[in-house]
């Protein structure tokens, strides 16, 4: 049996957290969640799934996992968990590259 380290400095209860991302994130079918509801339900954290079934990372579809993050930024957060790739793949769609800039010009969407 593998053992877990529990850091008890780091206080994840009544922290503010939103999951983006694909059909993984979104875990319809799964009474926990997903990993989203496992992290949230198990540190006593206040959650959010933005989750949607056929999200890409790219701008491909109508379910760009860049508005999940919009539709939240009324939101206060204290992390944003993303997860994506698998429908991109799926589509073979070739990802952009990260740029080096901090600037919101230089955002590359299909990244």
């Known amino acids: 049996m ?4 529990i850091n008890s400095d780091i206080k994840l209860e009544d922290k503010n ?3 983006v991302g694909d059909d ?3 875990a319809k079918n799964d009474d926990y969640y997903g990993f989203a509801g ?4 198990g540190n006593y954290m206040n ?4 989750g949607r079934s056929g999200a890409t990372v790219a701008k ?3 379910k760009h996992i860049k508005d999940q993050i919009l539709d939240n930024k009324d939101n206060n957060y204290d992390y944003v968990i ?27 969407s299909s990244t």
Request: hydrophobic fraction near 40%; aromatic fraction near 14%; avoid cysteine.
């Open 2 to 5: 593998a053992s877990v380290y």
């Open 17 to 19: 957290i939103l999951f």
């Open 24 to 26: 993984f994130t979104r």
């Open 38 to 41: 496992r992290i949230g339900f």
């Open 47 to 50: 959650w959010s799934n933005a």
């Open 60 to 62: 491909t579809s109508r």
């Open 82 to 108: 993303l997860q994506g790739g698998i429908n991109d793949m799926k589509k073979n769609v070739l990802l952009g590259e990260v740029s080096d800039s901090f600037e919101v010009e230089d955002f590359n």
